[in-house]
């Protein structure tokens, strides 16, 4: 299946990304140099319309939107783990689960979000499947843009691995991109919004 909508994620360094393919979820992975399109400037979490030379000896963008500025941020070891994701991973092993789910809200009671935790006791890292497109972190945030009455919008993801454990990897949607909820996040673990040159 040929894809032209894709959602930026890192790639294995520095210098390079990965598109995965909206509709087929496979990666494309890409230098951040090279190409007709500004392609350096992209951040993890963006959903683009891109269209991709596959004639050379490696793939390049001749050209890409952004379609919506979403961003994904990725935080290894985190400490502490804030208790909604503590209490939910509790719950979900007390009945035997290997994954649990609620919604998140303000204090006057407003939903602003969303907490997912899923078991990492697999053969590979749950983190760093969701952080290279393996297992795509799309379900989650077409459940919330489906939920959204306002429809599909720029969020924030959190992927969280716990410094304390290795059982659980926490994914936290917020609803509103640069909201309070994410930005309390980005305090408590240091992570301050990227800049954005694309938007």
């Known amino acids: 299946m040929d894809d032209d909508q894709y959602r930026v994620l890192p790639g294995p360094d520095a210098n390079s990304l990965r598109l995965l393919g909206r509709e087929s979820y496979e990666p494309v992975r ?5 190409h007709n399109a500004p392609v ?7 959903l683009v319309d891109a269209a991709i030379d596959w004639g ?3 793939p390049t963008v001749d050209s890409l939107s952004v379609r919506r500025s979403t961003l994904y941020t990725y ?3 985190i400490e502490p783990v804030f208790e909604v994701a503590r209490d939910l991973w509790q719950e979900a092993q007390t009945a035997g689960e290997g ?3 609620c919604v998140t809200r303000n204090t006057d009671g407003v939903v602003n979000g969303a907490v997912y935790v899923f078991a990492d006791s697999g053969p590979t890292s749950r983190f760093e499947e969701f952080r290279n497109g393996s297992r ?3 379900p989650l945030v077409d459940r919330i843009n489906d939920r959204d009455e306002d429809g599909p919008a720029p969020r924030e993801v959190f992927v969280c691995q716990p410094a304390e454990t290795s059982d659980f990897v926490v994914v936290t949607i917020a609803l509103e991109k640069g909201g309070l909820f994410a930005d309390t996040i980005r305090d408590t673990y240091d992570s301050p919004m990227p800049d954005e040159p694309l938007v």
Do not use: H, K, W
């Open 30 to 34: 890409l230098s951040r140099e090279g």
């Open 40 to 46: 350096e400037n992209l951040r993890p979490g963006y």
């Open 99 to 101: 994954m649990g789910s």
């Open 136 to 138: 795509p972190l799309e």
């Open 56 to 58: 050379g000896d490696a």
């Open 75 to 77: 935080l290894p070891d």
